[in-house]
């Protein structure tokens, strides 16, 4: 019935109409396109850091990271998404993308952002499974995820480990002169040109 609908809807249109109707959904869809790449919605499906500067408010979090002992051997990712599938890293950076955008569109997002629970977790984990061997073999604290921290039952990683990797206090006040990479204008240079005559 539903088929028969759709046909009988696009049967009754004349064809101009249909060429009116596909100029406007085609004119919508590359709208969206464009609007995702103005956004650089792109650079956070792969792992490069410089994508986490699109935000101007994480910029001190990127220059106190890329001047610490992590900055040399980890990425964003490797600590803030959670690596037990492909699946989950994605649906995680999706979803907790998604809550970023909607406090910057909102005016809620705050001067010192904070990991939520569900982040805090990741992070934590992700501790615990890049220095497994640290905490086993040579200092030997044993496994204390975050859940266990959070009802007193041991101590998260960054309750000793307060300035790794990003140094203590960050705010767009604390690091007034940090030297970071800007982000690449998304206007194409051919536009840039016309802008600027």
């Known amino acids: 019935m539903k088929k ?7 049967g009754s249109l004349s064809y101009r109409q249909k060429i009116v109707m596909l100029l406007l959904c085609g004119t919508m869809v590359g709208a969206g396109a464009y609007f995702l790449y103005l956004l650089r919605a792109h650079t956070y499906l792969g792992d490069d850091p410089k994508a986490c500067i699109n935000c101007h408010i994480m910029t001190p979090y990127y220059a106190t990271w890329m001047h610490s002992s992590h ?32 406090a910057f569109v909102t005016g809620n997002e705050r001067q010192v952002p904070q990991a939520q629970p569900a982040s805090s977790q990741v992070i934590m984990n992700n501790c615990i499974r890049c220095h497994t061997e640290l905490n086993t073999e040579l200092v030997k604290t044993g496994k204390v995820d975050f859940m266990m921290a959070n009802v007193g039952e041991g101590k998260a990683c960054w309750d000793c480990h307060r300035k790794v990797p990003h140094g203590g206090k960050n705010s767009l006040a604390a690091t007034p002169s940090a030297i970071v990479p800007l982000p690449e204008s998304p206007v194409p240079e051919w536009l840039q040109k016309v802008i600027s005559k």
Not at 4 to 10: M, V
């Open 71 to 102: 900055g040399r051997d980890a990425t964003c990712n490797d600590c803030h998404v959670p690596h037990e599938n492909i699946a989950r890293k994605y649906f995680f950076k999706g979803t907790d993308g998604m809550k970023h955008v909607l």
């Open 4 to 10: 028969f609908l759709k046909i009988s809807f696009l």
